[in-house]
């Protein structure tokens, strides 16, 4: 367990996360890490701490470099446990001098209903303080992820030290993008971005128009990869996805079945969108899960999705994908909602309408067979794909 350097006299000493598989709902294939950085300067300062069941690894990485009792100053940029959960455990035990630095007031406001009284520096956005040859200068990034998050950049370094903003939940040996697999890194920042900060473009918008003017050469982010080779790849990543930019080459089709009905109307959409040059992420929501379907949702212009009715209901793997999408609000993308039944048939409706209320523009009419598809059913299927 030791620590990484990352530039002279200062180190990463987060922890790996191999097992992670979930982080509230979102699925996590890939693990996770929990990135804390120590600076050696006339003030010794920790950026971050990690998740608390990570203690033990965080204070092994840190004792690597030096005593953590000699820790004058700690920086929590973020409230969320997967970064603050082993604070307390480090100021009552081992940095137990440590000044802890937080947003006013949200993060000073979290933490104390956290932790209690730590010994709290509250800083407003703008705010700078002197650790000795480097300067800390915090800005904050409200709703990336939570109304207290901040980040923390030092000129001297041109390191941006970002918490969740531009992370990834991805465990690996490497810390570095120039060292990892770039294709598995975007995508990665692909599905955080769309799980984690979908619903706050505009807050990344502006937290993007507040990085501009800082000179970068180091993103030190919160989870997963540190950004050093491609940092502007991931900029302007950020930019897209946060203006809500969409693909329409890409459509998305989603859907759950009973006995192959709606997946054969699955099918022939799928088909009918490839037809028309559009390439499709097809997702059978009885094995795929919601925060894949939603990734895909970022950066589609088209959505598909299609459910049975069951107890005059839709089948709940679709009512929780549209639970959880409407919580994205992703407007700017054209949807259709499609469906088989044997009696009733309301799930079609009901799927409609959570689209409607998502955002979604319902670019055709509803697909509703009874019993199985015929061959004029599978036409009709073709028509309204073209309609969209
Ligand atoms: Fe990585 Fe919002 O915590």
């Given at each position: 367990m030791k620590a990484v350097q990352i530039k002279p006299n200062i180190y990463w000493v987060g922890a790996i996360d191999?097992?992670?598989?979930?982080?509230h709902g979102y699925s996590t294939g890939r693990g996770s890490s929990y990135n804390a950085y120590l600076i050696i300067d006339d003030k010794v300062t920790l950026i971050d701490t990690v998740k608390a069941p990570f203690y033990e690894e965080m204070l092994a990485r840190i004792s690597s470099v030096i005593d953590p009792a000699k820790i004058d100053v700690i920086v929590s940029n973020h409230v969320e446990p997967d970064h603050s959960g082993s604070l307390a455990l480090l100021c009552h035990h081992a940095a137990t001098h440590a000044t802890v630095v937080t947003s006013n007031p949200q993060g000073l406001k979290g933490l104390t209903a956290r932790y209690g009284n730590l010994n709290y520096q509250p800083v407003k956005s703008g705010e700078e303080i002197s650790i000795g040859k480097r300067t800390l200068k915090f800005v904050a990034t409200p709703m990336l992820h939570w109304p207290d998050s901040m980040v923390t950049y030092c000129p001297e370094e041109k390191i941006?030290?970002?918490?969740?903003?531009?992370?990834?939940?991805l465990a690996a040996n490497k810390r570095f993008d120039d060292e990892n697999d770039l294709h598995v890194i975007m995508e990665e920042a692909r599905k955080y971005y769309a799980n984690i900060l979908m619903l706050y473009g505009k807050q990344a918008q502006g937290a993007l128009k507040a990085l501009s003017s800082l000179d970068i050469e180091m993103i030190a982010v919160g989870h997963g990869i540190i950004w050093r080779k491609h940092i502007l790849d991931i900029l302007a990543a950020y930019e897209k996805w946060s203006e809500g930019e969409v693909d329409d080459t890409k459509a998305v089709v989603a859907f759950d079945t009973m006995w192959g009905s709606t997946e054969k109307l699955a099918r022939e959409i799928t088909d009918a969108f490839t037809e028309r040059g559009i390439k499709v992420s097809y997702f059978d929501l009885r094995c795929d899960h919601i925060s894949d379907v939603v990734t895909a949702v970022l950066t589609s212009k088209y959505v598909a999705i299609g459910s049975p009715t069951i107890n005059n209901q839709m089948m709940p793997p679709v009512a929780a994908l549209l639970c959880y999408l409407k919580g994205f609000k992703p407007t700017g993308r054209k949807a259709i909602a499609f469906g088989s039944y044997?009696?009733?048939?309301?799930s079609v409706k009901l799927v409609e309408d959570e689209l409607k209320a998502a955002g979604f523009e319902i670019a055709a009419d509803m697909i509703r067979v009874a019993n199985v598809p015929t061959q004029a059913d599978l036409d009709d299927v073709r028509e309204k794909i073209k309609a969209m």
């Open positions: 191999w097992s992670m598989r979930t982080f941006l030290f970002s918490n969740d903003a531009f992370g990834q939940h044997g009696w009733g048939g309301q």
